[in-house]
């Protein structure tokens, strides 16, 4: 106990050291964030000095291990990091599917090699990866998915579509899924490839949503040649890879259930609540639901860090999240009242509620639909007949 709360102290004042003020603001809106990469944007000198601070001590992936660019913390070292940031406001210094995603998948599939080569650029933020999962008529029945390699003997030639790929015309690598055998049954026969998608016959098309932003897009394969040793995992054993990354994206995903603002959502609404009671009340409602979901949270982490998770438990915490933060937006837009249905005035700084309320209704579709997370609730913890 005395080692965890020299370790408090010793990360308090670092944190108060290094951490720039601007970078213990709230995030605006999405442009805030840094995403790192092979040509990195930074908004600001101080965004740029707390990623790279955070980076050279390890600590934009406290617990991975130290050789691979991690901060080698314990889960209770962690954790600490975790609540003296949130206790000072301090932004996440980097937002990354490499270390919310493919990095625990490396680390328990990778080759030490692929280990050794990719964790410390994800760690560094180095490397911007987008995930080529879902296809034209396999998005929900993923395993459905047409894309294939062809073993040409010293390499890959990758042909097929992926379509919702986040973010694709802006990552540097893919990690993406292809049919490897296709007489095989369709959860076999599956591979797990890592490609630079700077390879030629690699293109990408945006898809523009109803809130007006192009998070997504259309990404195409056309002979693209991977190099053999980019496999992660067995040849056609890639579907134990891809749930495992299944479980640490719904995780990602849950965490929207907590919000990007810190307190409650009564103290950010203010006094706009003053002379609403039926809207007070509501908003009182949410937030013991918010207040319960952090809780659980904090809970599931802990297992799944420990490896004691139950295997739906991402369901769960995905779907939860999902109604939460959807919740949320519902309420903003109310307590807003038309004044949050602006679309590009300059007082609702370009329709921010509206957008971002719209941006909500894709949460029950991505990284599993909520029809699929039920499903598996259902079957896997509920443990009700199936159909």
Known sequence: MADLEAFRAETRDWLE???????????????????????????????????????????????WPRDYGGGGLSPEETKILRQEMARIGARNP??????????????KYGTEAQKRHYLPQIARGEIRWCQ??????????LASLQ????????????????????????????FCL????????????????????????????????????????????????????????EVNKG???????????????????????????GESLGEVLADDPLLRAEVARFDVDALAFRAMSERFIDELKAGRAHPAQPSMMKYAGTELNKARHELMMAAGGSNALEWESERSRAGKAAREWLRTKANSIEGGTSEIQLGIIAKRILELPGG
């Not at 605006?28 to 990469?37: L, N, P, Q, T, V």
């Not at 095989?184 to 797990?192: C, N, T």
């Not at 579907?239 to 995903?253: F, N, P, Q, S, T």
């Open 17 to 63: 050291a290094n951490c720039p003020a601007e970078m213990r603001q709230p995030m605006r809106d999405e442009s805030d964030a840094c995403w790192g990469g092979r040509n990195p944007v930074f908004k600001s000198d101080a965004q740029k000095a707390w990623m790279e601070a955070m980076a050279a001590r390890g600590w934009t992936v406290p617990d």
């Open 94 to 107: 980097l937002y990354s599917f490499g270390i919310s995603m493919l990095g625990p998948a490396l680390l």
């Open 132 to 141: 080529g999962y879902s296809e034209p008529n396999a998005g929900s029945d």
């Open 147 to 174: 894309t294939r390699a062809e073993d040409k003997g010293d390499h890959w030639l990758v042909n097929g579509q992926k379509v919702w790929t986040s973010y694709a015309d802006k990552a540097d690598w893919i």
């Open 178 to 233: 292809v049919r490897t055998d296709p007489k095989a049954p369709k959860h076999q026969g599956i591979s797990f490839l890592l490609f630079d998608m700077a390879s030629p016959g690699v293109s990408t098309k945006p898809i523009l949503l109803i809130s007006g932003y192009s998070p997504f897009c259309e990404t195409f394969f056309d002979d693209v040649r991977v190099p053999k040793d980019q496999v992660v995992g």
């Open 239 to 265: 579907w134990d890879v891809a749930k495992y990354l299944l479980g640490h994206e719904r995780e990602m995903i849950s965490g929207m259930g907590l919000g990007s603002q810190p307190g409650s959502l």
